[in-house]
């Protein structure tokens, strides 16, 4: 006899969910999606004799869980927004540590997290860096993340003459003190279904830029918890300028990220409860 769970969960949108219902016996099939399905078209026709029938789809952000019941409205009130869990205790606990950045001082240090993946947008952040040294501006681009271009982003850091200013430090099990040391925080992505990196940073009340990706709404208001640009390289520098032009910006986008409710551990119990309910 196959043993009969409570819940199967497929994490993430695509074959983890494919496998949870075709390979588990469960009282209560749960998708889990974590982007902007407006994204992935192509996946519809796969996605849709599945998605007919799991019993709760849960999207990290109430713009996921819209953009899903557009694309399937058989979907609507069968979706739950369940946001990423994020600890602020625990991550100003694991920012604290010795300095990471080797830099001479005196310059801007910059940081992005993320995939190396065309998504996450880092050709961007490449460029926006080339755009601020033709500026005359002192910077240090870091990035931390790995993935399929590292080869293609490292030519473009080399052709546009940044390859000592903009970084790559790959994977780090900690990137937190990194987080904590950066003057400013860039995420310049495509599309996210909601980035935890933001959230992790709101968490250590760093000044923000994000690219104006579909559901950036969900997490930075312009202006208030960040600076929302227009997605392209000269934009980003544009915001960056924002913040090294003005003292009191910088210093009210903190302050504001300082007093943001951020940390939502609350969240789980809405797991519990779609479980519980079954």
């Known amino acids: 006899m196959p043993r009969v769970y409570d819940a199967s969960i497929g994490f993430l949108e695509g074959t983890a969910i494919y ?67 994020i600890s602020r205790k625990m991550i100003e606990a694991a920012a604290d540590g010795e300095k990471v950045y080797n830099t001479s001082g005196g310059e801007t240090t910059i940081l992005t997290i993320g995939r190396l993946s065309p998504p996450k947008g880092i050709d961007l952040a490449v460029l926006a860096c080339a755009e601020l040294k033709k500026r005359g501006l002192g ?30 430090l790959g994977e780090k099990a900690n990137p937190y003190p990194y987080i904590r040391q950066c ?37 930075i208001t312009d202006g208030v918890n960040g600076l929302i640009a ?12 924002a913040l090294l032009d003005d003292a009191e910006l910088k210093k009210r986008l903190c302050e504001n990220l300082i007093n943001e409710d951020v940390g939502n551990e609350d969240e789980i119990n809405k797991l519990y409860r779609l479980i519980e309910e079954g």
């Open 139 to 168: 910077i240090k681009w870091f990035h931390i993340g790995k993935g399929e271009l590292f080869d293609e982003l490292k030519a473009l850091a080399v052709k546009n003459g940044v390859e000592n200013d903009f970084i790559f």
């Open 230 to 241: 227009e997605m392209t390289p000269g934009s980003v520098a544009d915001k960056v300028c």
């Open 183 to 219: 003057d400013i925080y860039v995420q310049p992505s495509r599309f996210e279904g909601k980035s935890i990196a933001i959230d992790e940073v709101k968490c250590l009340a760093k000044p923000i830029v994000v690219t104006n990706f579909s559901t950036v709404v969900d997490q």
């Open 19 to 85: 496998y949870s219902i075709d390979k588990t016996t469960a009282a209560k099939h749960i998708g889990w999606l974590h982007t902007d399905y407006d994204r992935i078209p192509e996946q519809k026709g796969m996605d849709e004799p599945y998605f007919r029938r799991i019993d709760c789809l849960v999207g990290v952000s109430s713009k996921c869980c819209e953009k899903a019941e557009r694309a399937f409205p058989f979907l609507k009130g069968k979706t739950v927004v369940i946001e990423n869990i």
